[in-house]
């Protein structure tokens, strides 16, 4: 029987082990996007195989707004951060691409025009006490990582961006094809984040791959990818099993779809082609 012997470097005993270098940890950060982004998902699968009902769809669009109307959050908060004030201002983008320049701008505005296209109310995509609970689970943990720990990690977690211009696409294609009840207007976020998206995953990478020198600085950014894959893993749990027995959360929308086959399934009337 041969025998590996490890060096300190390799086993982590003894010396400090040695670094990744830049491409390894790019690699690395990849292949958990590779095996944990949310586009793997049952729902997402279904979502995109036009399988959804409107009432589902309708669940996620309403509940996913907590986590967009949060996202210019969790950015100030990274933001805060930085002590390079070309850093703060490349940053401070992110939140005027969400929050917008004035009023009627921006993403979260188009995500409302998303849910008014799908028959939701403003009112109720504002109302936060018909967030799913897991849902409101899931967020809070995010906004409280990128509040609680280290620049690094904030910025690592964000990497998802790096995957999600492909999903975009596959979101557009599969709502222009399955769901034709939503008009087309509504699908403007979408459109717009196959560019934001790969430019701000593009960004943070160069600063994780500049930042992350040491081995456990390195497997930090690993872990807080992994972490923020789970946070968008758990929204779509908490979105698929729906309300609790006997809760209002998550009904969105059912008044003014109710006329038009609300809650009906894709080949029971939502114009499948």
Not at 21 to 38: F, I
Not at 79 to 87: G, R, T, V
Request: include cysteine.
């Amino acid at each position: 029987m041969t025998t590996t012997v490890k060096t300190d470097a390799e086993s982590g005993t003894g010396a400090e082990r040695a670094p990744w270098t830049p491409d390894e940890l790019t690699e690395r950060l990849r292949a958990v996007s590779a095996a944990r982004y949310h586009d793997r998902h049952p729902f997402n699968v279904r979502m995109h195989e036009g399988t959804l009902t409107r009432a589902e769809l309708r669940r996620w669009i309403a509940n996913r707004f907590h986590y967009q109307r949060h996202i210019p959050v969790k950015d100030a908060l990274i933001l805060a951060k930085f002590d390079d004030p070309a850093l703060r201002r490349g940053w401070s983008r992110r939140i005027r691409d969400h929050d917008g320049e004035r009023p009627g701008e921006g993403g979260i505005e188009r995500w409302l025009r998303l849910g008014e296209a799908a028959g939701i109310p403003r009112a109720e995509l504002w109302d936060t006490s018909r967030v799913l609970p897991g849902v409101r689970l899931a967020v809070d943990g995010y906004v409280n990582f990128c509040r609680l720990r280290p620049a690094l990690d904030a910025v690592a977690a964000s990497l998802t961006e790096l995957s999600a211009p492909d999903l975009m696409r596959t979101r557009i294609a599969a709502f222009e094809r399955h769901y034709p009840w939503i008009d087309t207007e509504g699908l403007t976020y979408f459109r717009g984040r196959v560019g934001q998206g790969g430019r701000d995953g593009q960004e943070a990478l160069g600063l994780v791959r500049a930042w992350a020198r040491t081995r456990e600085e390195q497997e930090r950014a690993v872990a807080a990818l992994a972490f923020k894959c789970d946070v968008l893993w758990s929204l779509l749990d908490a979105v698929s099993g729906g309300a609790p027995a006997g809760s209002s959360c998550g009904a969105f929308g059912e008044a003014a779809g109710a006329g038009a086959g609300a809650g009906v399934g894709v080949g029971e009337g939502d114009g499948d082609a």
